[in-house]
T-cell receptor, first 118, second 115 residues
Framework: DSGVTQTPKHLITATGQRVTLRCSPR?????VYWYQQSLDQGLQFLIQ???????AKGNILERFSAQQFPDLHSELNLSSLELGDSALYFC?????????????????FGPGTRLTVL | AQTVTQSQPEMSVQEAETVTLSCTYD???????LFWYKQPPSRQMILVIR??????QNATENRFSVNFQKAAKSFSLKISDSQLGDAAMYFC????????????FGKGTKLSVKP
């Protein structure tokens, strides 16, 4: 158990709908990262938050957005869903926002949310 | 931009034998971190081993060790005394020092372990 929790584990929805994925980082971790794992694109970085502020953006679609709340949990919002959005969405957390050389920089992954868009 | 390449989509090893998974990367940075993550059928991403680019000594974690060749931009993972529980997808990942801290992953290598 990494200490990172994600809910729900599975989500099945229809095209055009909107869903929210939730992540609670490890205790004390300030950074939250969202990754998407799909068959055709592999593991891709979406977005990073650090202590409530957006820190970096990757290949995140405009239909997707995220935020990190004062209690440090994060939500990833996916709207106008398409079939191609079906994927495993991971959240990871680490104490810092950037790589600093410390072993504590390691990103620990949650169990993921499996999203199926029908 | 940095890229990570895993040229072996699938590998197979006999139980108790040794297997090496390959990873190459491309970067113009001089300092960075490299990781191997394991993803078993449960889909959980589990850190196997990490390597700091400024360290010449190869990292080891029990049966897992790496061969880090900085000049060649190569970072292979050696699994000794393979066990059935080692069967999984293995992902090589790169992370910059400073700036953005996100991981850049390779496509993965699926490792099968034969009893």
């Amino acid at each position: 158990d990494s200490g990172v929790t994600q809910t729900p584990k599975h989500l099945i929805t229809a095209t055009g709908q909107r869903v929210t994925l939730r992540c609670s980082p490890r205790s004390g971790d300030l950074s939250v990262y969202w990754y998407q794992q799909s068959l055709d694109q592999g593991l891709q970085f979406l977005i990073q938050y650090y202590n409530g502020e957006e820190r970096a953006k990757g290949n995140i679609l405009e239909r997707f957005s995220a935020q990190q709340f004062p209690d440090l949990h994060s939500e990833l919002n996916l709207s106008s869903l398409e079939l191609g959005d079906s994927a495993l969405y991971f959240c990871a957390s680490s104490p810092r926002s950037e790589g600093t050389g410390s072993a504590t920089d390691t990103q620990y992954f949650g169990p993921g949310t499996r999203l199926t868009v029908l | 931009a940095q890229t990570v390449t895993q040229s072996q989509p699938e590998m197979s090893v006999q139980e108790a034998e040794t297997v090496t998974l390959s990873c190459t990367y491309d970067t113009s940075e001089s300092d960075y971190y490299l990781f191997w993550y394991k993803q078993p059928p449960s889909r959980q991403m589990i850190l196997v081993i990490r390597q700091e680019a400024y360290k010449q000594q190869n990292a080891t974690e029990n049966r897992f060790s790496v061969n880090f060749q900085k000049a060649a931009k190569s970072f292979s993972l050696k699994i000794s005394d393979s066990q059935l529980g080692d069967a999984a997808m293995y992902f090589c990942a790169y992370r910059s020092v400073g700036s953005q801290g996100n991981l850049i992953f390779g496509k993965g290598t699926k490792l099968s372990v034969k009893p």
